[in-house]
């Protein structure tokens, strides 16, 4: 299916994002296994567009899933000067304002932008912020790691915040709900104020399943067997996100969007198998420049595709979305220099290998 083909006048784009997630059990969608706690994801990935060698970029996260710091610019870390680490809570530093982001270029091209979950990019000064970035609204966490439910970080001894905000206010009213489930909840309400006739993007960065490893009870007690502690934790984290991306795909068919949209539902870097991972055989872990830290997994979940129930192993890196994303939104590209990313399209919609990758003149 080319371009041409879509309906763009009307066509969505709903990015499911997720945070240090192991390699090979999400890797199993699409090849046969059950792995724990993903049974509806499972079945989306099975029946679309698989992505079996998806590479993320920084082995240590920055910041969340898919990495926004290169999925917004659709520039390698390098070329933005923020490849070193994290962006810290006390640190004044943010995403390069020069940066023409994702959401900008959507907006642009005539689209709703939403954003729900963890930024991280840094939020020293106002214009820093998701609403001033290319977002027309805002739900979730500026930092990372902040607790489920109360929404605490710390960033040293007796450094410690609150950390849920709607657009530039803090949501204090939202302390005490789990946020995997507040932000499924949330974007239900957005899909259900906005019209299917009009293009929307929406945004989620699950904090799941990110450290600290915390779920409500009766999901941990139906992984009781489970002799590691954390490994029952971290199931159960991931059943409460599968839970998430099974209401979000329901609202979609609900309010009429399901039919002409995109969904793209990646990872970060593998999991942390000091906190419940496991990327078994890839070596390594988060915060390794080995397989195991680096190599991530996704799908691309489409009625428009045609040609379901394929694995790809074309290479396919997080800073492909942007030129991929605008692209389908007959956007323009043309003003935006610098760009690392390619057009993936044909490779999702067609079963063909992606070309080599010729590198990009820098700037």
């Known amino acids: 299916m080319s371009p041409e083909c879509v309906h763009t006048h009307t066509l969505s784009f709903f990015a499911l994002a997720f945070g240090t997630f192991v390699w090979i059990r999400s890797a199993l969608l699409w090849h046969g296994a059950r792995p724990m706690g993903l049974g509806w994801v499972t079945q989306r990935a099975t029946r679309f567009w698989g992505l079996h060698k998806t590479h993320c970029h920084h082995p240590a996260l920055l910041p969340t899933a898919t990495d926004p710091s290169w999925l917004f610019p659709g520039r390698y870390q390098i070329h933005t000067g923020l490849q070193h680490s994290i962006i810290r809570p006390r640190q004044p ?216 129930r394929r694995t790809s192993w074309a290479l396919v890196h997080i800073t492909d979305w942007y030129p991929t994303l605008v692209s389908l939104a007959r956007g323009n590209l043309s003003n935006v220099p610098g760009l690392d990313g390619y057009n993936v399209w044909p490779a999702i919609s067609t079963p063909k290998f992606l070309p080599i990758r010729p590198p990009r003149a820098t700037s």
């Open 93 to 308: 530093n943010c995403l390069p304002l020069d940066q023409v982001t994702l959401p900008q270029k959507l907006q642009e091209a005539g689209y709703s932008t939403h954003m729900v979950g963890k930024w991280h990019l840094g939020f020293y000064k106002k214009e820093c912020l998701p609403t001033r970035r290319g977002f027309d609204t805002f739900l979730g966490s500026l930092t990372g790691n902040v607790d489920y439910y109360t929404y605490d970080n710390c960033d040293g001894p007796g450094v410690c915040g609150y950390d849920l905000h709607e657009g530039e206010d803090v949501a204090w009213d939202q302390s005490g709900k789990y946020s995997t489930f507040l932000y499924a909840q949330r974007v239900s309400k957005i899909l259900a104020s906005h019209s299917p006739r009009e293009p929307i993007f929406i945004y989620v960065a699950f904090q799941a399943v990110h450290t600290p490893l915390q779920s409500p009870k009766e999901y941990i007690y139906r992984y009781r067997s489970m002799g590691n502690v954390a490994r029952r934790k971290y199931a159960a984290m991931v059943t409460c996100m599968d839970e998430a991306v099974k209401n979000i795909t329901w609202a979609l068919k609900k309010y009429g969007y399901y039919d002409n949209s995109v969904i793209v539902f990646s990872t970060d870097n593998g999991g942390q198998t000091f906190s419940g991972g496991s990327n078994w055989p890839l070596r390594g872990r988060k915060g390794t420049y080995w397989e195991g830290g680096v190599r991530g997994i996704g799908f691309v979940h489409s009625p428009l595709i045609k040609r379901k």
